[in-house]
């Protein structure tokens, strides 16, 4: 849950450049180009010149990274800490291509912008932890017990909601165990097949 959180949050965050006219990008021409105040304008550049976004490239970035990692939560059995593994890698991807983009002043290493060092490392990082908990990371679905718990809690409380709870986990179990059931007829036919094909084979002639 505080992974997609995070994106959401540095989202926001990053409109606070937009109301100081800072961390803006290169020069172009594109129609959502933005235009600095000439308070703010870089040396050199003219009065009208328009400028990448960057921030806005950015938290357009960081939304779509939420919702993708929300997607893979839902969809995949995840363990402990393979989601913030992901954050690791996603935010930095975007964080790295903006600082291609960026006028403002920064110490370089090697050709590249500190920051874009500090991303790659985190990266690195973050591919490391993602396998790491993949192997030791515990299981993060939740057991048939502990939902029926949870559900016996909510109960002396809230019985109409636990009678709620009670049906979609009875369906979902339900849907489990036809998914698992059409898997075992389905081998059991494959089987079949085999060993009849096997049977009905002709006789080698010596």
């Not at 990274?65 to 995840?78: E, S």
């Not at 500090?118 to 030791?136: E, L, P, R």
Request: net charge negative; charged share 20%.
């Amino acid at each position: 849950a505080l992974a997609p959180g995070l994106l959401f949050a540095q989202a926001i965050g990053r409109f606070g450049n937009y109301f100081n006219q800072e961390l803006f990008g290169s020069p172009t021409s594109l129609p959502w180009g933005l235009e600095i105040d000439e308070a703010h304008l870089p040396p050199g550049y003219e009065v009208g010149t328009l400028f990448h976004p960057t921030f806005l490239y950015e938290a357009l970035w960081n939304i779509t990274m939420g919702l993708l990692l929300i997607y893979i939560g839902r969809r995949f059995a995840m363990k402990s800490g393979q989601l913030m593994a992901l954050y690791m890698i996603a935010h930095p991807l975007g964080r790295l291509w903006m600082e291609t983009m960026r006028l403002d002043e920064a110490r370089e290493y090697l050709g590249l912008r500190l920051n874009a060092w500090t991303s790659i490392f985190t990266i690195i990082a973050g591919i490391i932890v993602f396998f790491i908990c993949a192997k030791v990371g515990a299981p993060t679905e939740i057991s048939a017990q502990e939902r029926q718990k949870y559900i016996d809690i909510v109960a002396r409380k809230n019985p109409k909601r636990a009678a709620e709870l009670q049906e979609a986990s009875d369906e979902e179990t339900e849907a489990s165990e036809l998914a698992e059931s059409d898997v075992s007829e389905s081998e059991v036919a494959t089987e079949t097949a085999v060993a009849e094909g096997d049977s009905g084979q002709a006789p080698e002639a010596d």
